[in-house]
């Protein structure tokens, strides 16, 4: 049974990170899911460019568990929403490390881990439906009709997020995630040079084989070489 919480409604928010937090009190998390957002911030500062229609939500809560394990949460939270698009939708997505929902057309979503005095934030943007996308980004859906109710989604994969959260930090579905993240096996370009992504670690950096050895990657801008390899498409939807 999934943590329960708290769910907040909004037609607009300036940030439902931001909105989150500040409603977020006790012990009982907060989720807040807002039809537009107009001030959303993405990962490594940039800009959010709002789609035709799109999920934009955040939950805010105080974990469990330890803070050294906190570094696996934004896999956690990656896994639910794969695992809620699935299972909503039939359309396969898959993972780029660390925070990417991507098809072989391109990123249709994205994830953001935020921590202050003991609360995590984790917001979660998906592009329903997205007639000109901007480059390097899609829509999940090809129309309205077939993209249902944002809210929906919403609480799919937060109610998966929280229940793999009452799990121990090493028994959360770190194999699971492994197979849906399509950057293992790829060429990757990280701050320090270039390899080949051979897996994730248990404490979720991204180990890299180099010329010299074995690397983990903990953050950064971590780009694939070969992105429009990636083998999800949206299949008959």
């Given amino acids: 049974m999934a943590t329960p919480y708290a769910i907040v409604e909004l037609h607009s928010a300036d940030s439902t990170q931001d909105e989150a937090r500040a409603r977020c009190e006790g012990d009982t998390p907060v989720l807040v899911v807002a039809r537009h957002q107009s001030a959303g911030r993405g990962r490594l500062g940039r800009d959010w460019v709002e789609p035709d229609l799109a999920l934009f939500s955040s ?22 929403v794969k695992e809620a698009i699935d299972a909503s939708s039939g359309i396969e997505v898959g993972l780029r490390w660390p925070n990417d929902v991507v098809l072989e057309i391109g990123k249709v979503g994205g994830l953001l881990a935020e921590s202050s005095d003991g609360t995590v934030v984790v917001g979660c943007g998906i592009n329903l439906v997205w007639d ?8 999940l859906h090809h129309d309205l009709a077939e993209a249902g109710r944002p809210r929906d989604l919403a ?4 109610d998966r997020f929280l229940d793999r959260l009452t799990r121990p930090p090493d028994d959360w ?6 197979r849906s993240c399509v950057t293992i096996g790829r060429r990757v370009s990280y701050a320090a040079g270039t390899g080949t992504a051979r897996s994730v670690a248990e404490d979720g950096t991204l180990v890299v084989e180099t010329p010299t050895g074995l690397v983990n990657v903990t953050s950064g801008e971590v780009r694939l070489h070969d992105p429009a390899t990636i083998p999800f498409d949206r299949g008959g939807s």
């Fill in 155 to 158: 609480v799919a994969w937060v």
């Fill in 132 to 139: 000109e996308p901007i480059p390097g980004a899609a829509g």
């Fill in 59 to 80: 939950i805010a809560f105080e974990p469990a568990w330890p803070v050294d394990a906190w570094g696996r949460i934004p896999l956690v939270a990656g896994l639910a």
């Fill in 173 to 178: 579905g770190i194999d699971d995630y492994r």
